[in-house]
């Protein structure tokens, strides 16, 4: 039976288009076990786009980027940097949870290259469509993915650098990693890191230019032939 995908009311124009689009994705085999397509939600216009790895459990359960425990988290290290969460736009580099089961639970996997590769068929279009002055990526893996490249977070975190498209980003770790930090006092410090190299990023961006990103993925008919419509594909 087709799944019903939602995306957030904050879409409009060109952006909801592609996500309804997006909703009936087949270019990789992680839409068979998710739920829903996870597209980026957030103005059209914003001056930031925050950009993470995968959906999470109740990502793909909601329909929704950054819902979970990492997105609250998020939200406060971004309020706390200056920034409301409702000003940015937030996406993954992939739009499908990849898990495995564990009894009942459904354990995150990362995704690997093809799927990254296939899935910035979207991030671009979100890239373009937005024309943010400033890509913030959240963890190695979307960093990787923006770059084109191998990225050793720990080298690049929080350093401006420019990614292929001509876009300006930073990278700065996933928010879930804070939280499977065991210690209570490493942890703050790692959250008052992630501020700040938050905190380094906004302000600039704010006032910076926007850039129009040329892609990274060439159109691909036979990606495009496996992008179709579900039925039952609606606007929450
Ligand atoms: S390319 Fe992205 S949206 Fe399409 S099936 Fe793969 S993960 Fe899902």
């Known amino acids: 039976m087709a799944k019903a995908a939602r995306f957030s009311q904050q879409l409009s124009g060109p952006l909801r288009a592609v996500a309804a689009e997006a909703a009936g994705c087949e270019r990789c085999p992680l839409y068979r076990d998710a739920t829903q397509t996870v597209f980026g939600e957030g ?91 400033l890509v913030i990526a959240l963890g190695a893996t979307a960093a990787q993915a923006l770059a084109g490249r191998k990225v050793v977070l720990s080298r690049e975190r929080g ?40 905190r380094t990023a906004v302000r600039p961006a704010q006032e910076a230019p926007r850039v129009t990103p040329i892609p990274m993925t060439a159109a691909s008919p036979r990606g495009a032939a496996r992008t179709k419509a579900k039925r039952g594909t609606k606007a929450a």
């Not at 990502?59 to 290290?77: C, I, S, Y």
């Not at 920034?83 to 996406?91: F, G, K, P, S």
């Not at 499977?180 to 942890?187: G, I, K, L, N, Y």
């Open 159 to 198: 350093l401006e650098v420019e990614y292929p498209g001509g876009l300006r980003g930073m990278s700065t770790v996933h928010p879930s990693s804070i939280l499977r930090v065991p210690d209570a006092e490493a942890r703050h410090a790692a959250f008052s890191a992630l501020v700040e190299d938050l």
């Open 43 to 133: 103005p059209s216009d914003a001056r930031i786009m925050l950009v993470g790895e995968q959906p999470g459990d109740k990502e793909d359960l909601e329909g929704r980027p950054f819902v979970g425990p990492a997105g609250r988290l998020l939200d406060q290290a971004l309020a706390e940097a200056g920034l409301d969460r409702q000003q940015a736009y937030v996406t993954n580099a992939v739009k499908h949870f990849k898990h495995q089961p564990r009894g009942k639970r459904r354990i995150h996997k990362r995704p690997d290259r093809g799927e990254i590769q296939a899935c910035h068929w979207w991030l671009d279009q979100e890239l373009a469509l937005v024309r943010p002055s």
